[in-house]
């Protein structure tokens, strides 16, 4: 464990979650800042951790289909990774699907971290695929509503 103490706010400021976003898909990965920000922003619930006020991490939940939620832009700044904030902020976003009714979520998951997306129950269920110039595979995992009774969803 790490002294760092997170806060991840459900809902949180998307210009946070947009530095963040930008600093690490942009900046650390050559992803196209045209295609960063996209149409499903507005429609979208972002997450946003931050570490002594400042934003840390981010990941944004959508609904694509009916009962079918779909995580995304999940990133780490650099100096907080391997500090299990990835993980808390996958916590937060099945809470918030489960609050939301979804019964499945998926997601577009880098190869380079497709363990992690393993190690939280998600499989994979699409062979190797480009997307913003970066190899990923679709995942999935089927998430019981009834499941997480220790979250309390939006604060």
């Known amino acids: 464990m790490t002294a760092t103490d997170y806060r991840i706010e459900v809902d949180g400021d998307r210009e946070d979650a947009y530095d963040v976003r930008f600093a690490v898909f942009v900046e650390e990965q050559g992803v196209d800042p045209d295609i960063e920000i996209d149409e499903h922003e507005e429609a979208a619930t972002h997450f946003v951790a931050y570490a002594d006020g400042e934003p840390v991490g981010a990941a944004r939940l959508r609904e694509p289909e009916a009962g079918v939620g779909k995580v995304e832009r999940l990133a780490v700044l650099q100096p907080h990774r391997g500090e299990g904030l990835g993980r808390q902020l996958m916590d937060a976003v099945e809470a918030e699907a489960r609050v939301e009714g979804l019964e499945r979520l ?3 998951g880098q190869l380079r971290v497709v363990d992690f997306y393993e190690h939280l129950g998600y499989e994979q269920v699409s062979d190797e695929f480009e997307e913003a110039g970066i190899t990923h595979v679709k995942m999935a995992k089927s ?13």
């Open 106 to 108: 998926i997601l577009h």
């Open 143 to 155: 998430i019981d509503r009834a499941e997480d009774s220790s979250v309390s969803g939006r604060r």
